[in-house]
């Protein structure tokens, strides 16, 4: 059961009250300008630095302590207080108006919380304990900024240009997908740093696209998922038919697979088969074989369509 349901919130021009004034009242005021709020901040004191974004008209200041009668028609509440007992009763003043309050640092009086984010805009990694470890997010989502490319924010931007332009090309949803998934691999988007260049790669890609064939990837399940290695990972996360021999053993397994990717149980005796008639369809097959289970046919079906069998590594 999860603790918290994760979703994105569209702050712009929406009222947001914050309560505080001091250093942690900046940073999410930083946060909460940058998504476009409409921000209502009330403290006897404040910051300078929030002294200067008042002064700038960037937010609306009351020099004044909190009392029940400044919630007004809010969309969100934060409170960056350390007084518990203060949380308490914002918490339950703006429960009574159905508002959404966040207490910093205080998860009992919290409606939601902010995550860790990695930024990337449009493109946004949102990563959570639920309160329970921020040391371990922060370590996560530094572990993730080594692993996502700087120009995300371009890539992003340039494929949401080209969706309608890509639907005059291909006529389902299917043949779009394999055009991304093929443009996003060129070597020379991947190292793209404007909009040229990805338009260079974009228009060749339109005049000669990939026309390969089905493709398969065997990967023998160990006992721990965190034993797949990193080529693995990223050929389950591209393949469209997943054939798996044991549910049980590899749930794991197969949740670490594409989302949005056809899933079925097959016997060993059958799965050449399968495969073969998938592969005749252009399918790209992922079978999730136990470790030292792989029939011979399938390495023979893997040499014969260019395929990889990956051994478990636990």
């Given at each position: 059961?999860?603790?918290?349901?994760?979703?994105?919130?569209?702050?712009?021009?929406?009222?947001?009250?914050?309560?505080?004034?001091?250093?942690?009242?900046?940073?999410?005021?930083?946060?909460?300008?940058?998504?476009?709020?409409?921000?209502?901040?009330?403290?006897?004191?404040?910051?300078?630095?929030?002294?200067?974004?008042?002064?700038?008209?960037?937010?609306?200041?009351?020099?004044?302590?909190?009392?029940?009668?400044?919630?007004?028609?809010y969309y969100q509440v934060w409170t960056t207080t350390d007084d518990r007992e203060l949380n308490t009763r914002i918490f339950?003043?703006?429960?009574?108006?159905?508002?959404?309050?966040?207490a910093v640092d205080d998860p009992a009086h919290c409606d939601f919380i902010t995550p860790s984010m990695i930024d990337r805009?449009?493109?946004?990694?949102?990563?959570?304990?639920?309160?329970?470890?921020?040391?371990?997010?922060?370590?996560?989502?530094?572990?993730?900024?080594?692993?996502?490319?700087?120009?995300?924010?371009?890539?992003?931007?340039?494929?949401?240009?080209?969706?309608?332009?890509?639907?005059?090309?291909?006529?389902?949803?299917?043949?779009?997908?394999?055009?991304?998934?093929?443009?996003?691999?060129?070597?020379?988007?991947?190292?793209?740093?404007?909009?040229?260049?990805?338009?260079?790669?974009?228009?060749?890609?339109?005049?000669?696209?990939?026309?390969?064939?089905?493709?398969?990837?065997?990967?023998?399940?160990?006992?721990?998922?965190?034993?797949?290695?990193?080529?693995?990972?990223?050929?389950?996360?591209?393949?469209?038919?997943?054939?798996?021999?044991?549910?049980?053993?590899?749930?794991?397994?197969?949740?670490?697979?594409?989302?949005?990717?056809?899933?079925?149980?097959?016997?060993?005796?059958?799965?050449?088969?399968?495969?073969?008639?998938?592969?005749?369809?252009?399918?790209?097959?992922?079978?999730?074989?136990?470790?030292?289970?792989?029939?011979?046919?399938?390495?023979?079906?893997?040499?014969?369509?260019?395929?990889?069998?990956?051994?478990?590594?636990?």
């Amino acid at each position: 059961m999860m603790d918290y349901f994760p979703v994105f919130a569209r702050l712009t021009n929406k009222p947001v009250l914050v309560i505080g004034g001091g250093e942690v009242a900046c940073r999410k005021v930083d946060l909460l300008l940058r998504a476009g709020a409409d921000i209502t901040l009330v403290s006897p004191r404040l910051h300078p630095t929030l002294q200067k974004l008042a002064a700038q008209k960037k937010l609306r200041w009351l020099a004044e302590s909190y009392k029940s009668s400044v919630l007004g028609d809010y969309y969100q509440v934060w409170t960056t207080t350390d007084d518990r007992e203060l949380n308490t009763r914002i918490f339950r003043d703006a429960q009574q108006k159905r508002i959404w309050v966040n207490a910093v640092d205080d998860p009992a009086h919290c409606d939601f919380i902010t995550p860790s984010m990695i930024d990337r805009s449009p493109i946004q990694v949102a990563i959570s304990s639920g309160g329970a470890s921020p040391v371990l997010v922060r370590f996560l989502r530094e572990k993730l900024e080594t692993q996502l490319a700087h120009n995300l924010s371009l890539l992003a931007g340039y494929a949401g240009k080209q969706r309608e332009r890509l639907k005059q090309h291909f006529n389902t949803v299917d043949e779009r997908r394999h055009f991304w998934e093929q443009f996003f691999r060129l070597p020379q988007v991947e190292t793209a740093k404007t909009e040229e260049a990805l338009e260079t790669a974009f228009t060749s890609l339109l005049a000669h696209p990939d026309k390969s064939q089905g493709t398969l990837w065997v990967i023998e399940t160990g006992t721990e998922t965190e034993m797949l290695t990193l080529k693995a990972l990223r050929l389950m996360q591209q393949a469209e038919m997943v054939l798996y021999t044991n549910e049980e053993a590899q749930a794991g397994f197969i949740e670490l697979c594409r989302r949005d990717a056809d899933r079925a149980h097959c016997q060993l005796g059958d799965i050449a088969e399968k495969v073969t008639s998938f592969l005749q369809k252009s399918v790209r097959v992922c079978v999730l074989t136990e470790k030292g289970s792989t029939p011979e046919s399938m390495v023979q079906l893997c040499v014969l369509h260019n395929g990889l069998v990956l051994p478990a590594l636990s």
